[in-house]
């Protein structure tokens, strides 16, 4: 089988969130293929394209939003089996597992489960519950894992004219309280599965640490989580939030998390694991 992962970036940030994404994905999965998605192909930096195989320009028009471009990611991967990343990740495991159990159970599927940095599950999402008055199932879109069939490609031919016009399905789908000021991917793809009427598209067994989620926590005490909690990384490349290390996916959203030491972290973990593979 083909398996490899897409990461959609536009801004530059983004494509730097992308590079470090990229890094840590081969730190634990070696032989990974992962491929970079940019708008323009010349807005590529010679430093950028270090840990990818392939990148890749959007087929279409395309958005700022690269999670708008979602449903672009059907004709764009090079791939049988995809894994798409959000470029604001970093993943610290083995992905083998998920990709078995990925490919053996679905065409398409979207993590059920989300934790804080603690490990802990969270099994009310406050940010969602004004969608269960539509019947509408949140999302959780950070990574989601996809085969190319032509089954699978009806969900995003469906996401085409709903993503690129996501200002009109809001509106027409909700109430004006409830209408979402920006693009929310979360909620367009739970509106995509609902009208495309797929039952089995989200998986619990399958999980990400959501950072966005904790920022809700701590809301009224600061506007961004990274502003109250410590982050720092270790020689290998491993990141901790407080005292917790991150050894799973990590959905980390704010900007300011990727410093130059984490950034660092996963680069100079990568250029030493390669160095000593290729030596063996």
């Known amino acids: ?17 992308a590079v470090a994404l990229a890094y840590s994905i081969r730190i634990h999965n070696p032989e990974a293929q992962v491929s970079l998605v940019v708008g323009e ?27 708008s471009n979602d449903w672009q990611l059907w004709w764009v991967t090079p791939y049988e089996n995809t894994i798409v990343m959000d470029s604001a990740m ?46 509408i199932q949140p999302m959780y879109t950070a990574w989601f894992f996809f085969k190319k069939t032509e089954d699978t490609m009806d969900y995003f031919k469906l996401g085409d004219p709903y993503m690129q016009n996501y200002i009109e399905v809001f509106n027409l789908r909700f109430e004006p309280q409830h209408v979402p000021k920006d693009y929310e991917n ?9 009208d495309s009427a797929r039952t089995d598209i989200v998986d619990n067994n399958l999980q990400y640490t959501d950072m966005d989620l904790v ?23 491993t990141v901790k939030i407080q005292n917790f290390a991150n050894t799973g996916i990590l959905y ?20 030493v694991q390669t160095k000593v593979l290729r030596q063996v």
């Open 41 to 67: 192909l010349g807005d590529i930096e010679q430093w950028e394209e270090e840990p990818f195989d392939t990148i890749i320009e959007y087929p279409f028009a395309y958005k700022v939003n690269p999670r």
């Open 1 to 17: 089988m083909n398996n490899g992962y897409l990461i959609p970036a536009i801004s530059e940030a983004e494509r730097r969130q």
């Open 90 to 135: 970093i993943v610290s495991c083995d992905m083998q597992t998920i990709w078995d159990y990925c490919i053996y159970t679905h065409d398409i599927v979207f993590p059920g489960t989300i934790k804080d940095f603690r490990g802990d599950t969270w099994g009310h999402d406050e940010r969602y519950t004004w969608l269960e008055k539509y019947n």
């Open 186 to 194: 979360n909620i367009m793809h739970g509106v995509i599965a609902n």
């Open 252 to 271: 980390y959203k704010e900007p300011d998390f990727l410093t130059e030491d984490i950034f660092n972290g996963q680069r100079n973990t990568y250029r």
């Open 215 to 237: 920022s809700k926590m701590f809301e009224e005490r600061v506007p961004r989580w990274t502003d109250y909690l410590n982050v720092w990384v270790r020689g290998n490349g």
